[in-house]
């Protein structure tokens, strides 16, 4: 099995130059934990949920009033996101992608084409989606 049999092809971006505040609101509604982050349609960082509300946590819950708390949503994407992502090419096995993902302890991969291009993004959540379709492929089997 193959990185482009599980992604997620055209996977939501979000431009390093937007604010903090349009990454919770994509997040948010898109449903979403992963952000790949590009700059003049380059990929240049990767933003996780776990980005966006771990940085803005603590500045809200130290600000004495709601000015401040707004502040902080109007930061840079560029200033809170993760630099030069692990990526994976879409023809790499799969479990290249899932032994990355371990060893760099990331829940997602921008996934890119022979010429860096991003195609996609890979997920523990595709993970899990393909080893319940086998379970149950199995099961069903008996």
Not at 16 to 21: C, D, I, S, T
Not at 43 to 64: C, H, K, N, Q, Y
Request: proline share 4%; aromatic share 4%; with cysteine.
């Amino acid at each position: 099995m193959l990185v482009r049999d599980l992604m997620t092809e055209a996977p939501e971006t979000i431009d390093a130059e937007q604010r903090v505040a349009d990454a919770a609101f994509v997040m948010r509604t898109r449903n979403i934990r992963h952000l790949p982050v590009v700059r003049d349609g380059k990929l240049v960082g990767m933003l996780s949920d776990r980005d966006v509300f771990g940085w803005l946590t603590p500045r809200i819950a130290t600000e004495d009033e709601q000015e401040g708390e707004a502040e902080s949503l109007y930061y840079l994407i560029e200033d809170v996101m993760s630099d030069a992502p692990a990526v994976i090419e879409s023809g790499a096995p799969a479990w290249e992608a899932a032994d990355l993902m371990v060893a760099r302890r990331i829940s997602a991969l921008p996934v890119v084409d022979g010429e860096g291009a991003l195609v996609g993004i890979v997920s523990v959540v595709d993970f899990v989606a393909e080893c319940s379709r086998r379970l149950k492929s199995e099961a069903a089997a008996g």
